[in-house]
Each structure stands twice: as structure tokens, then as C-alpha cells.
């Protein structure tokens, strides 16, 4: 018997296995699952990264970190240089 308990990230550590146990007592084999609702970070905002240039997916995260727009063109320009060398087989 499987007893799959759902839950949010706040009730797990409140919920005890061995409370659960004897409920499971007579079964031939018993296992308990916890599906714990963990919300999806999102950090683009619905947008689908594959959509996205990887210049505009570097500014979103260095945004993210804290950093200020105004700051952020040095680090794009160096990045620039990444984004347009030729890939090379590995």
C-alpha cells in the first residue's frame, strides 16, 4: 500500500512517519510519499528562455544578482566576445 500525503513546504517537518505507520499496519508492503508543493521560481516572468538572446538572458541575471543596469555594460561587453566566437567541436 502507498500512502501519498500532500502537502506545502510549511507542513513537512511537522508531518511524522511513524504517526502515519500504523494506519499502514496490516498492508504487505507500505511506503509513504510526500508530494510537497514547491512554487516554480520564475525569474523570467513567463517568458521562454529559448526565445531569448543570451545577451538579454545575462542582463536578467545579472539584475537578479543585485547588479545595477547602469553597471552592466562592461560585463555585456565581454560577454559579447563569448556570444560571437564560433563554437568549436569538441
Do not use: S
Amino acid at each position: 500500500m502507498r500512502l501519498v500525503v500532500t502537502m506545502t513546504p510549511e507542513q513537512e517537518p511537522q508531518l511524522r512517519d511513524a504517526v502515519l505507520m500504523p494506519l499502514l499496519e496490516g498492508a504487505f508492503f507500505a511506503q509513504i510519499n510526500r508530494d510537497i508543493d514547491r512554487a516554480a521560481r520564475d525569474r523570467l516572468n513567463g517568458m521562454d528562455p529559448d526565445t531569448l538572446t543570451p545577451e538579454h538572458l545575462l542582463t536578467r541575471y545579472l539584475l537578479g544578482k543585485g547588479r545595477v543596469e547602469a553597471d552592466l555594460a562592461p560585463y555585456l561587453e565581454e560577454a559579447r566576445t563569448i556570444f560571437e566566437e564560433p563554437e568549436t567541436a569538441a
